[in-house]
T-cell receptor, first 111, second 113 residues
Framework: GQQVMQIPQYQHVQEGEDFTTYCNSSTTLSNIQWYKQRPGGHPVFLIQLVKSGEVKKQKRLTFQFGEAKKNSSLHITATQTTDVGTYFCKIVHNAGNMLTFGGGTRLMVKP | NAGVTQTPKFQVLKTGQSMTLQCAQDMNHEYMSWYRQDPGMGLRLIHYSVGAGITDQGEVPNGYNVSRSTTEDFPLRLLSAAPSQTSVYFC????????????FGDGTRLSIL
């Protein structure tokens, strides 16, 4: 079945360093969404990518969708302590009704 | 709008007990789903519904039942609680299955002794 792998599982960075998380699928995706979950909180929608090669920015966050629509990345420039949390990608699975999440990348930022 | 409301927020059960986790949304969303999140892990889909009267199994449905009698409510039932079901449970809703942001409740933290 359709799977999405997310790497790395954990990332420790010094405040001010950059951070990137990747999602890779074995099949072509119709779209991909990214969510952020703060410690003790619930996932919150960040963005959706639909088009091949699409790049979207939200302040220090840059989201990319691969040309083949099989992979995506989230890049944070100059991390801050407020970026701490787990970042998940989410895909549509099985004819469009089942939504599954990647395993998440937990970001820890040292001040 | 309250968004997605889950009750209770915390619950402790004994092995073998049954209970229902409640989920309600006031956004008139057709698509609702239940996820479980184990410590340090990702979200795994338990059951989902594309509209009132329609439910389907997700990745980890065993030990859980759902029903969708109204658009607003999507309760999750644990039939006979087991320690392996200790987890945080999230309910989510969206206008459609794909292509729309999912809105999550605050979660129910469930411990089974």
């Amino acid at each position: 079945g359709q799977q999405v792998m997310q790497i790395p599982q954990y990332q420790h960075v010094q405040e001010g360093e950059d951070f990137t998380t990747y999602c890779n699928s074995s099949t072509t995706l119709s779209n991909i969404q990214w969510y952020k979950q703060r410690p003790g909180g619930h996932p919150v929608f960040l963005i959706q990518l639909v088009k091949s090669g699409e790049v979207k920015k939200q302040k220090r966050l840059t989201f990319q969708f691969g040309e083949a629509k099989k992979n995506s990345s989230l890049h944070i420039t100059a991390t801050q302590t407020t970026d701490v949390g787990t970042y998940f990608c989410k895909i549509v699975h099985n004819a469009g009704n089942m939504l599954t999440f990647g395993g998440g990348t937990r970001l820890m930022v040292k001040p | 709008n309250a968004g997605v409301t889950q009750t209770p927020k915390f619950q402790v059960l004994k092995t073998g007990q049954s209970m229902t986790l409640q989920c309600a949304q006031d956004m008139n969303h057709e698509y609702m789903s239940w996820y479980r999140q184990d410590p340090g892990m990702g979200l795994r889909l338990i059951h989902y519904s594309v509209g009132a009267g329609i439910t389907d199994q997700g990745e980890v449905p065993n030990g859980y039942n759902v029903s969708r009698s109204t658009t607003e409510d999507f309760p999750l039932r644990l039939l006979s609680a087991a320690p392996s079901q200790t987890s945080v449970y999230f309910c989510a809703s969206s206008r459609q299955p794909g292509g729309q942001p999912q809105h999550f409740g605050d979660g129910t933290r469930l411990s089974i002794l």
